[in-house]
């Protein structure tokens, strides 16, 4: 990110999202299920990723999760691979997933992914 980039996470009812001056969003979309907070789909526009944008995104959800005492159940890939890459952020997550290894996240990661690519396949 240049020092010129200003962008905050911003939050509108089931969406964390980023706005980008060039009118593109990136964002986080989610749901609460009583005590759970499920990170659902990310998406950063391709000229921003890269950038660590998908990572503030779920950093506020973290953020937010603790501040509400919820316990995150990530779905969507980039959601598990933040908290493969961020193990200091894993007392939020739900069980099983706070109990996983980093292989079993890994291989989570993994599921994920291959799901919404056959999801996204036109």
Not at 10 to 36: C, H, N, P, Q, T
Not at 49 to 74: F, H, S, T
Not at 94 to 103: F, I, Q, V
């Amino acid at each position: 990110m240049s020092s010129g980039d200003s962008v905050k996470v911003e939050k509108r009812g089931m969406v964390y999202f980023i706005r980008f001056e060039d009118g593109s969003k990136a964002w986080l979309s989610f749901k609460v299920e009583g005590d759970k907070l499920y990170l659902m789909e990310t998406y950063t526009p391709e000229q921003h990723r890269g950038k660590g944008y998908a990572k503030m995104l779920v950093k506020a959800a973290v953020n937010d999760a603790r501040n509400q005492g919820l316990e995150i159940i990530p779905i969507c890939s980039y959601s598990v691979y933040y908290f493969i890459k961020e193990a200091s952020d894993r007392d939020v997550l739900a069980e099983p997933y706070r109990s996983m290894s980093d292989e079993e996240l890994r291989k989570y990661f993994e599921e994920r992914l291959s799901e919404e690519r056959s999801r996204h396949k036109h």
